[in-house]
């Protein structure tokens, strides 16, 4: 019966608190999630443009191998004496757009818009390049006739998207989608590596296989390049 009672303020007594996460721990997980939430994001953002790129490395690593046939197209018009009229006094500018009311014209007549872009003036006529992804254009204007004489160059879609990885006449927005895309692949490059370094402890491999990506492209580098 005593020791019944005794051991009665013991088998009340509270539960003893679990021991708190250690501090290195949490921050260690927190880190995790911000990593793994950059790392999906830069990776969704880039995924098209990654691809893209891969592939066209592959055709332009190849490009000699890779056959294509150009298409060549000419047209030809001719401008109205009104319009003519105002090519007949060459502007101050050797590389000065057309008139706005001439390149409307041209488009009409050719399907080319040359509007806003520097032209070449000569005494006899005026060219306008017209250079574009996986291809080439040019419209020429002769400053006395009025004559206008078009042609285009399409070198076919591989081309296309060989210029479009290079960014060749391929405009200013296309150059700021590579700039991002560039800054999203680094963002899930680096934020890979810091998961790496994170996982390493439970992946022996992780380290040399780095080292490999490392020491591969080195060596090709110093032994085969020359």
Same mark, same amino acid.
């Given at each position: 019966?005593?020791? %019944?009672?005794?051991? +009665?303020? *013991?088998?009340?007594? !509270? $539960?003893?608190? =679990?021991? @708190? ?67 007949? %006094?060459?502007?101050? +500018?050797? *590389?000065?757009?057309? !008139? $706005?009311?001439? =390149?409307? @014209? ?121």
């Amino acid at each position: 019966m005593t020791d %019944t009672i005794a051991s +009665a303020p *013991d088998r009340a007594r !509270p $539960a003893v608190p =679990a021991t @708190r996460p250690r501090p290195k721990r949490k921050w260690r997980g927190w880190w995790l999630k911000q990593l793994h939430s950059w790392h999906w994001i830069s990776a969704a953002v880039s995924l098209v443009g990654m691809l893209l790129f891969a592939i066209t490395g592959i055709t332009l690593n190849h490009a000699a191998t890779i056959g294509a046939t150009p298409v060549v197209v000419e047209k030809a018009g001719t401008l109205p004496p009104p319009l003519l009229r105002t090519l007949a %006094t060459a502007p101050a +500018a050797a *590389d000065a757009p057309l !008139p $706005a009311a001439v =390149a409307a @014209r041209v488009a009409a007549t050719v399907g080319l818009d040359p509007a806003g872009r520097a032209g070449e003036w000569s005494d006899t006529d005026v060219y306008v390049a017209l250079p574009r992804p996986g291809g080439d254009a040019w419209v020429s204007i002769d400053r006395a006739s009025g004559r206008i004489t078009a042609e285009t160059t399409d070198r076919g879609w591989i081309s296309y998207l060989n210029d479009l990885h290079k960014g060749r006449n391929a405009g200013t927005a296309w150059s700021w989608f590579i700039d991002i895309f560039a800054g999203a692949c680094i963002l899930f490059t680096l934020t890979g590596l810091l998961l790496l370094q994170l996982h390493a402890r439970h992946r022996p491999l992780t380290w040399p296989m780095v080292a490999l990506g490392v020491v591969v492209p080195v060596v090709l580098i110093l032994v085969f390049l020359h």
